[in-house]
């Protein structure tokens, strides 16, 4: 199999670019929120589509990416707490994803089988032996408290 081959450092790397484009993702999809509140107003249910409800989502969008983007560096410096909350996002992607690759519209089915997919990627990189075991061996035994 090609993922038995790759070499640690290449794992960590990919993982890392994972956490990165995702953080990405969500920060331009907070600013994306925004735009579209300014220019069209706040639209929809009256139970969703109030201010408090668009701060709230802008607020919590951007802090995933944030959160993202602190978890790609915890990958490329082969840091041992990032593998946590990657997992977590992978499977709150994964939430959303899977219902949707059933969707009747062929874009969003596609980017729901495409972000399914390289979630799927990531946990199997994330917990593959060689990359668990250079994560406890790069841990200093200062940090293992």
Known sequence: MVLSRLPVLIRLRILGGLSAIQGVFFLVYAVLVVI???????????????AP???????????FGLGMLAVSLGWFKSK???RAP????????LVVSIPVT???DSFQRTLAILATLTCGLGI????????????LLSESPSQSH
Not at 53 to 63: C, M, P, Q, R, T
Request: proline fraction near 4%.
């Open 36 to 50: 579209g509140v300014a220019r069209l107003g706040i639209s929809g249910p009256s139970e969703v589509a109030n």
């Open 53 to 63: 409800g668009v701060i709230l989502e802008v607020v919590i969008f951007l802090a």
């Open 80 to 82: 041992r707490w990032a």
């Open 86 to 93: 990657f997992l977590l996002a992978q499977l709150l992607v």
């Open 102 to 104: 059933g969707a009747t």
């Open 124 to 135: 199997i990189l994330a917990f593959t032996p060689r990359v668990t075991h250079h994560l």
